[in-house]
């Protein structure tokens, strides 16, 4: 099976911010679990949207919906590192785009992993996909923030 490759450029980050590798985040090989990572992901991408002052649902019932998930692990981190989680949106399309990630050793700028979130708008009312709403979009063509 060939394996994933993501690269993304440094111009699609769009924010920054800092989580520390807690103890219940080691798995028995006594590193970061991928589930750990994958969770430290989700809450990278709700401080991103909440520093846009986006809601991940609105009133109105349209929320976004992930589709897709591709991770791409580069290094080992440990408890108690600190880790930086770059984030950004690239590939827009009439119903979403991808959150895109870059993960770091923050003292050190070690690589830890690569990630996308594929994601899609969705109104939970309707069960079905919705396009992006207006100017979602531009909300991230700001200068990048930090966290």
Do not use: C, W
């Not at 989580?19 to 430290?40: E, F, K, Q, Y």
């Not at 002052?53 to 408890?79: K, N, P």
């Not at 930086?84 to 895109?100: P, Q, S, T």
């Amino acid at each position: 099976m060939a394996r994933i490759k993501l690269e993304f450029p440094d111009h699609v980050f769009h924010f920054e911010t800092r989580m520390p590798v807690r103890i219940t985040d080691i798995n028995a090989a006594n590193h970061l679990g991928n589930d750990a990572l994958i969770s430290m992901l989700s809450e990278a991408r709700a401080r991103f949207l909440a520093a846009r002052g986006i809601r991940e649902m609105g009133e109105d019932g349209i929320g976004i919906i992930v589709t897709d998930l591709a991770t791409m692990y580069q290094g080992e981190s440990f408890y108690p590192d600190v880790l930086r989680f770059e984030v950004g949106i690239a590939d827009f399309n009439r119903y979403g785009a991808d959150f895109v990630f870059r993960v770091t050793k923050a003292d050190s700028g070690q690589p830890v992993a690569m990630a996308k979130y594929g994601f899609v708008f969705f109104n939970y009312r309707s069960r079905e996909v919705t396009p992006l709403p207006e100017g979602f979009r531009a909300r991230f063509e700001a200068e990048p923030e930090a966290s």
